[in-house]
């Protein structure tokens, strides 16, 4: 089984994709359209050396034209920061009114002002804590739990499940799709030098329109000389809504060891991207000697 990658690794191949798809600006370009972080540190980001910040993510983002919110979850997600529970509101109680129920306000007033300690004249104790009904307080608890399943009703039911939703960024109206799995060759997969291997992903029409002549591109075309070796493009085979698709396409390792990172976007028989807001899908290895 091979290793987990590193979520520095992911995070910077996704990172460097974004900034391909901005046309490749220069880091100290960059920088000076942050106004407030480094060239270096902008170009460390895109190394996987270490985790980069939050600040320094958003900064790269900002630097290349994106919108921060999906990258925030994105890092998030990497990151391994647990999620801020959302707060529930229950109603308060009045208390007064549920003690009432526990004793007369003539047995009340009584202990209240009968409090004596014995053997010292004038002091009075606090009067001692009411005892709580454990039927009362499984009357509250009942109703916080009817109001909080009442609120999750209210935003689960008015959707149907299972009904596909669209990307409101896709080119077409009610196009989507999602990423389910890399089937071959898992990120950071070890390649000799000069071997070729079979990447295939698996991806799911979660839209309403039926694929046809679509293909996966590369995003840095032309390629750079020195990096793995693949098609400029291939094709999606024709994808009803619902269905899965395989996608797989033949990487020959570079010439030289290092990381290899090339990201793909669907794109129509002209080039022109159908979900141009979407990260891509992308192979990574590690090429070794």
């Known amino acids: 089984m091979s290793a987990e990658p590193d979520p520095a690794d992911v995070l910077a191949a996704e990172l460097a994709a974004l900034r ?8 100290r370009k960059m920088a000076e359209r942050s106004g407030c972080i480094s060239h270096t540190t902008l170009h460390e980001a895109v190394k996987g050396t270490r985790f980069p910040s939050w600040e320094t993510t958003r900064e790269f983002v900002k630097a290349c034209g994106a919108d921060e919110e999906p990258w925030r979850a994105r890092w998030v997600e990497l990151k391994g920061v647990p999620p801020v529970p959302e707060p529930v509101a229950v109603a308060q109680v009045n208390e007064a009114q ?3 129920a526990e004793a007369g ?3 009340s007033d009584a202990a209240e002002s009968d409090a004596v300690e014995p053997g010292v004249e004038g002091v009075r104790l606090a009067p001692p804590p009411r005892k709580r009904s454990t039927r009362r307080n499984a009357l509250v608890v009942g109703a916080a739990v009817v109001a909080v399943l009442a609120a999750v009703a209210a935003f689960v039911i008015p959707g149907k499940l299972g009904t596909p939703a669209g990307d409101p960024s896709a080119r077409i109206p009610g196009d989507n799709t999602k990423f389910i799995a890399d089937v071959t060759v898992p990120d950071g997969t070890a390649v000799h030098v000069g071997v070729t291997v079979q990447k295939v992903w698996e991806l799911e029409n979660a839209g309403s329109v039926r694929w046809h002549e679509r293909y996966l591109q590369r995003m840095d075309l032309p390629p750079a000389p020195g990096t793995c070796r693949t098609p400029d493009r291939v094709l999606i085979g024709d994808t009803a809504p619902g269905e899965h698709v395989m996608i797989s396409v033949p990487v020959t390792a570079s010439d030289a060891p290092g990381r290899c990172w090339i990201g793909w976007k669907m794109v129509d028989a002209a080039g022109t991207e159908f979900f141009t807001t979407k990260r891509p899908v992308y192979v990574l290895v590690t090429v070794v000697p």
């Open 20 to 27: 391909a798809s901005a046309g490749n600006p220069s880091f």
């Open 98 to 100: 549920l003690s009432g």
């Open 105 to 107: 306000p003539a047995e």
